[in-house]
């Protein structure tokens, strides 16, 4: 593991890649769901899988701290476990098949097992980095003279 590079974005984690590749397929598959489910489980199901990657990205930027980031990443847990309630739901509906069922919500798993590494580890991701950008120091000046 220690041969791993260094992630130097959210981007480049394994993680936000697979949270990604799970939002399109939750897309992909949704798209047959009945009209009527639009505005409902379809409407559900989308934003809680694409809300993962989101979190993860929120995460990094707040790992210099390690509390923001845990939370971050329990919220990216939260809502991947969310969307295997939609998809157990869009099963019991009768939308999506058993197989279907079963390969999202693995990918699901897989997401939460690798999210439960990053928060047993967050020390290695989080602390103070070694390159800040910042705005230089701007003086202002008052004008005591009215």
């Known amino acids: 593991m220690n041969n791993l590079p260094h992630a130097r ?5 394994l993680v936000y890649q697979k949270a990604r ?18 505005f409902s489980l379809t409407d559900q199901i989308r934003r809680s899988s694409r809300s993962i990657g989101a ?10 701290y390690e509390r923001h980031f845990l939370s971050k990443l329990t919220d990216a847990d939260g809502e991947q476990q969310e969307t295997q309630h939609w998809i157990e739901t869009a099963l019991d509906c009768g939308y999506i098949t058993v197989k ?3 390969e999202l919500k693995e990918m699901c798993k897989e997401i939460g097992r690798l ?9 290695l991701f989080c602390g103070e980095p070694t390159k ?3 705005e230089s120091v701007v003086e202002y000046l008052v004008n005591d003279e009215q």
């Open 9 to 13: 974005s959210y981007h480049d984690l």
């Open 115 to 123: 999210l439960g590494g990053m928060m047993a580890k967050a020390n």
């Open 21 to 38: 590749q799970l939002a399109q397929e939750v897309f992909r598959v949704t798209s047959t769901f009945p009209k009527e489910e639009m």
């Open 100 to 102: 279907q069922a079963a």
């Open 132 to 134: 800040i950008l910042r």
């Open 55 to 64: 979190q993860i990205a929120e995460a990094w930027a707040k790992r210099r």
